[in-house]
Every structure is written in structure tokens, then in C-alpha cells.
């Protein structure tokens, strides 16, 4: 069975910083690109950045290049999102999500939700 | 950011058909079919129901459907159940190193 489990989500001030990770299991990680999907509330979901299967590739939308870093662990099949310079907009559940295909997520985990506030 | 369009709502009665639609444009569903869809019930992670195009994974039912038509894509669901009634979203591959895909704004589908 396919499991993604996210952690690292919080209540944060803007200008800091959080560190989101995803254990994966039940799939061959070290063969997948893997995405981080965020979803405002009441939003539509928002692709924030992927990483190729040995972590030499990583794309970030526009928004966040810059002040976040896409990283894996194959070793421990993890992913991880450093995020920094937060800033209010950055207020989402943030998906852990493996590719099925370019542009197609296969499996998603449950969600970890970071809020930016003063 | 750049981004599909779906109808904010729609509905249908048990057992009806309803169809939704995805436009985007000649740089993303129009280019590429890598358009796919997912159902998200409330508070729940998104699942992916169809993918390139008109692909099922294994489980989802065949009355769920998807087809495109040049900048178009659509997800039809026929024999409406009470578990349809969700949101549903379709992205596509984009390509691009500042925006790799590209979602729908959501629909949510009522079932009367």
C-alpha cells in the first residue's frame, strides 16, 4: 500500500522559516519524481515545485523560487520542503504527491498545514 | 499564475450523466495529454481518477470517463452516486522550469 505522511507544518511569523518532510513507503521512491502540491483554504490547489529521481532537477513556481528548497532523501525515502522567508500567502495544506506521469500526481499524502501570521 | 477553467458547480440527480469541463490553452491541454483529474471529498487529499486524458486507475469505476478536444478536456460521470458528490479538479503538464503544471479552479459537484 502507497503511503505518504507528511510532517512539519505549524504557526509560523512571516520572515520565518518551516521544514516540511513526506515518508514515503509502499512504492519505489528512488525511481519517482515527487512533487509538493499546496492548497489555500477555499482555494484551488497550486503546484509549488518538484524534484527529479536523484534530486539533481528541481522545478519551483515562480512565486517561491528562492526562498524554497525541494530535497530527498532515497536513502530514507524522503522528501523534504524548506521553506523560508514566509510570507502570509504562503498560508496553505501543503501535499506531498509522487508523479504517475509528467504533470499527473498518483498518490497524495493526507496534508500538513502551515499557517503565516502574525 | 496561469490556470484551466472549470465551471464553479454543477449538479445532477442520481443516475444522471454530468460532464464537466477543462479549458486551458495551446501551451498546456492543447500541447499535451498529460491532462488528468482528481475528487476531493471535504478535508480530504485530493485522488487522482483519471489521467492522460482518458485513463483509470485501478478502482475507479468505468462510469467515470474523461475525453479533449483541442484546448478542452471534460470528465463525465454517468449513473450519478451519493459518493460523486465532491470537488473535482483536472491539471495538465505545462513544462515549463517556472510552472511544470497548471490546475483547475474546482468544481464542486452537487448530487440532488
Known amino acids: 500500500e502507497v503511503q505518504l505522511v507528511e510532517s512539519g507544518g505549524g504557526l509560523v511569523q512571516p520572515g520565518g522559516s518551516l521544514r516540511l518532510s513526506c515518508a514515503a513507503s509502499?512504492?519505489?521512491?528512488?525511481?519517482?519524481?515527487m512533487n509538493w502540491v499546496r492548497q489555500a483554504p477555499g482555494k484551488r490547489l497550486e503546484w509549488v515545485a518538484n524534484?527529479?529521481?536523484?534530486?539533481?532537477?528541481?522545478k519551483y513556481v515562480d512565486s517561491v523560487r528562492g526562498r524554497f528548497t525541494i530535497s530527498r532523501d532515497n536513502a530514507e525515502n524522503s522528501l523534504f520542503l524548506q521553506m523560508n522567508s514566509l510570507r502570509v500567502e504562503d498560508t496553505a495544506v501543503y501535499y506531498c504527491?509522487?508523479?504517475?506521469?509528467?504533470?499527473?500526481?498518483?498518490?497524495w499524502g493526507q496534508g500538513t498545514l502551515a499557517i503565516v501570521s502574525s | 499564475q496561469s490556470a484551466l477553467t472549470q465551471p464553479a458547480s454543477v449538479s445532477g440527480s442520481p443516475g444522471q450523466s454530468v460532464t464537466i469541463s477543462c479549458t486551458g490553452t495551446?501551451?498546456?491541454?492543447?500541447?499535451?495529454?498529460?491532462v488528468s483529474w482528481y475528487r476531493q471529498h471535504p478535508d480530504k487529499a485530493p485522488k487522482l481518477i483519471i489521467y492522460?486524458?482518458?485513463n483509470r486507475p485501478s478502482g475507479v469505476p468505468d462510469r467515470l470517463s474523461g475525453s479533449k478536444s483541442g484546448n478542452t478536456a471534460s470528465l463525465t460521470i454517468s449513473g450519478l452516486q451519493a459518493e460523486d458528490e465532491a470537488d473535482y479538479f483536472c491539471?495538465?503538464?505545462?513544462?515549463?522550469?517556472?510552472?511544470?503544471?497548471?490546475f483547475g479552479g474546482g468544481t464542486k459537484l452537487t448530487v440532488l
Open positions: 504527491a509522487n508523479a504517475k506521469a509528467p504533470g499527473t500526481f498518483g498518490y
Open positions: 492522460d486524458v482518458n
Open positions: 524534484i527529479n529521481e536523484d534530486g539533481g532537477v528541481q
Open positions: 509502499g512504492f519505489s521512491f528512488s525511481d519517482s519524481w
Open positions: 491539471a495538465s503538464y505545462r513544462g515549463r522550469i517556472d510552472l511544470d503544471v497548471v
Open positions: 495551446s501551451s498546456d491541454v492543447g500541447a499535451y495529454n498529460f
